[in-house]
């Protein structure tokens, strides 16, 4: 199960701009979602005779998949990120799932001449602040398989470096590792080198819930997506306030509207946190 995360830990973001946790996931949960990860994402040898534009696949949220969705309701990371984001109401923030295969080029989106880039041009419509963290989402990247150094490894570069390139640190790592970092911190994508093999990656992000100018990509059409209706009728009241819905008791629900998210959210008001105000 996941860890819970340290001051530390916390000092360490806030300090480098990005936390690198080994062994976050392991083994029955490890192995699920790595099984799920790759129903989603093809692996090389499945798309080498006919390899995607730019060889390099992103996926729309939400995965059909309901492993890699309940790997969101982590409740360590959210804590973790209710201290970063100073609050305690979060919502989270739809993220992609990623693959690199032989050929990738690394420029990311936004990117300078040496590759650096921030994540905030494309989540939120307003320009880096340099005094509020807080108006940087924390985006979670997880990489359920290993990566090596010519397998595109993302690169990251710590605050103390400025945007001195010959710094960055290359995620080589282990599966199973997570990798936390936020809407300001600079970093690169970097070629795939191998022939064979890819380079998967999953993520997601939270942010403040008052901080409605934000987010990567947006989810209030998927209310109808068979898995996503599945997997929010499996979470609490609580839970659902993360994902956008309305706390247990606010005036929207009445008989007739938790009828239809019953219809639409089966298991809804299983646990009975629901009651109209009419």
């Known amino acids: 199960m996941p860890k819970k995360f340290t001051d530390a830990q916390l000092d360490e973001l806030l300090a480098k701009g990005y936390l690198i946790v080994p062994d976050y996931y392991s083994g029955e949960q490890l192995a699920e979602m790595q099984a799920a990860q790759r129903r989603v994402l093809p692996t090389w040898e499945e798309v080498k005779d006919d390899p995607p534009p730019g060889?390099?696949?992103?996926?729309?949220?939400?995965?059909?998949e309901?492993?890699?969705?309940?790997?969101?309701?982590?409740?360590?990371?959210?804590e973790f990120a209710r201290k970063f984001l100073k609050t305690e109401h979060i919502h989270f923030r739809a993220g992609c799932m990623i693959a690199r295969y032989p050929g990738f080029k690394g420029p990311?989106?936004?990117?300078?001449?040496?590759?650096?880039?921030?994540?905030?041009?494309?989540n939120s419509l307003l320009p880096q602040s340099q005094s509020a963290r807080e108006f940087g989402q924390l985006g979670f990247w997880v990489h359920l398989e290993d990566v090596d150094e010519d397998q595109a490894p993302l690169r990251l570069l710590a605050k103390e470096h400025g945007r001195d390139?010959?710094?960055?640190?290359?995620?080589?790592c282990k599966g199973g590792t997570l990798c936390i970092f936020n809407n300001y911190t600079l970093h690169s994508a970097s070629d795939y080198l191998r022939e064979d093999g890819q380079r998967f990656t999953w993520g997601f992000g939270l942010g403040r819930a008052d901080h409605y100018w934000e987010g990567f990509r947006h989810y209030t059409d998927k209310g109808r997506n068979p898995t996503f209706s599945k997997f929010i009728g499996t979470l609490t009241a609580a839970e659902r306030?993360?994902?956008?819905?309305p706390p247990a008791g606010?005036?929207?629900?009445?008989?007739?509207?938790?009828?239809?998210?019953?219809?639409?959210?089966?298991?809804?008001?299983?646990?009975?946190?629901?009651?109209?105000?009419?």
């Open 250 to 278: 606010h005036p929207y629900y009445t008989p007739q509207t938790l009828e239809a998210l019953e219809e639409q959210y089966p298991g809804w008001n299983a646990r009975g946190e629901y009651y109209s105000k009419s």
């Open 66 to 78: 309901m492993a890699l969705l309940r790997g969101i309701v982590d409740h360590d990371a959210w």
């Open 165 to 172: 390139t010959s710094k960055y640190e290359p995620l080589i």
């Open 241 to 245: 306030e993360v994902f956008r819905f």
């Open 55 to 64: 060889s390099a696949i992103l996926t729309e949220f939400p995965p059909a």
């Open 108 to 122: 990311g989106v936004g990117s300078d001449p040496n590759n650096l880039h921030i994540d905030n041009g494309n």
